[in-house]
């Protein structure tokens, strides 16, 4: 009798396949920012692993070669910053219509993750455990898309999953160290514009005592110059849905507000999207994000916008 055995081939993504340090869900901040350009972009994502060795990403991206405007969270934020206003974002951080989804595959070993998408495009991070392993930090080392920065944070923590606006407020901001790679420009009379990127990391946020506006949903901070010259700061959900971790952070100083007669900035504001970082208890530990303040208000074009990416993280 002949025995006839067939061996079958098991592609590698159906294979079980290691989470990144065992982790699922990745907030990812990612930009190509130059100095000498005035073409760059940035990306927020949310990375979902699976362990069949595919991933997801699901992505909001900004650039300067196409300005949107600032838009509505539909959130507005009164008696918490001294000035009652409807909370900006930048436009389609206010919907999940507006994100863009890529998938992949991806492989991880020892602390480097790659990830190849379907794009033909590749990158590479390097992970960190943190918080007793219940978090893991994550850092941009290679891609072929020409990215110059990028950092995220990943845990089991759902994607549905959000930190109330009381929870914020009660964290210690002392110990919320921001991490920051900004885009921006310096202007001088005979030479004229000229790019630079920002950078810091390590000290608190700038504005640490915050309170919860009558919305309950938002909170509220201000910086003083004086009695009545401050900058107005703002944190609120991307949009009044439930069940998503997505905030924007908004700040303007008033007396441009003033200046332009009027109570709420509608000019040059900073708007920030950004993701909430939860680890795998859902305890709440700050944000990945991103600034796309493009210009809408001078004759400056793309020399008047402010781009980047950026961490607040305790």
């Given at each position: 009798?002949?025995?006839?055995?067939?061996?079958?081939?098991?592609?590698?993504?159906?294979?079980?396949?290691?989470?990144?340090?065992?982790?699922?869900?990745?907030?990812?901040?990612?930009?190509?920012?130059?100095?000498?350009?005035?073409?760059?972009?940035?990306?927020?994502?949310?990375?979902?692993?699976?362990?069949?060795?595919?991933?997801?990403?699901?992505?909001?991206?900004?650039?300067?070669?196409?300005?949107v405007p600032r838009s509505s969270t539909g959130i507005t934020a009164q008696d918490c910053a001294g000035r009652d206003c409807t909370v900006l974002t930048a436009a389609g951080w206010e919907?999940?219509?507006?994100?863009?989804?890529?998938?992949?595959?991806?492989?991880?070993?020892?602390?480097?993750?790659?990830?190849?998408?379907?794009?033909?495009?590749?990158?590479?991070?390097?992970?960190?455990?943190?918080?007793?392993?219940?978090?893991v930090g994550a850092e941009l080392t290679d891609n072929d898309f020409d990215a110059t920065h990028g950092f995220g944070n990943g845990s089991n923590a759902s994607w549905t999953i959000r930190t109330p606006a009381a929870t914020?407020?009660?964290?210690?901001?002392?110990?919320?160290?921001?991490?920051?790679?900004?885009?921006?420009?310096?202007?001088d009379p005979d030479l004229g514009y000229e790019g630079y990127i920002d950078q810091g990391d390590g000290e608190p946020f700038w504005?640490?005592?915050?309170?919860?506006?009558?919305?309950?949903?938002?909170?509220?901070?201000?910086?003083?110059?004086?009695?009545?010259?401050?900058?107005?700061?703002?944190?609120?959900?991307?949009?009044?849905?439930?069940?998503?971790?997505?905030?924007?952070?908004w700040h303007w100083h008033t007396e441009l507000a003033d200046a332009r007669g009027e109570t709420c900035y509608s000019g040059n504001s900073h708007v920030k999207p950004m993701i909430q970082v939860l680890d795998d208890d859902g305890r709440f530990h700050g944000w990945v994000g991103v600034e796309?303040?493009?210009?809408?208000?001078?004759?400056?074009?793309?020399?008047?916008d402010d781009i980047g990416v950026f961490r607040i993280l305790g």
């Open positions: 009798m002949t025995i006839l055995v067939v061996s079958l081939a098991v592609p590698a993504h159906a294979r079980a396949t290691p989470l990144p340090l065992g982790k699922a869900n990745y907030a990812m901040a990612v930009g190509s920012l130059e100095a000498d350009s005035t073409q760059n972009w940035v990306r927020l994502a949310q990375y979902t692993f699976s362990g069949d060795g595919r991933v997801v990403q699901q992505y909001w991206q900004w650039s300067q070669r196409v300005h919907t999940a219509d507006a994100s863009q989804t890529l998938r992949g595959t991806f492989t991880t070993k020892d602390d480097t993750l790659t990830i190849n998408w379907s794009n033909d495009h590749e990158e590479s991070w390097k992970l960190s455990a943190a918080s007793a392993g219940k978090l914020v407020k009660a964290a210690d901001w002392t110990t919320m160290k921001h991490r920051y790679a900004l885009w921006k420009t310096t202007y504005a640490r005592e915050w309170h919860i506006c009558t919305d309950k949903r938002c909170l509220g901070a201000k910086t003083s110059a004086s009695d009545t010259i401050h900058t107005a700061y703002y944190i609120a959900p991307a949009n009044a849905a439930p069940a998503h971790r997505r905030d924007t952070l796309a303040s493009l210009n809408q208000t001078t004759q400056a074009g793309p020399d008047d």
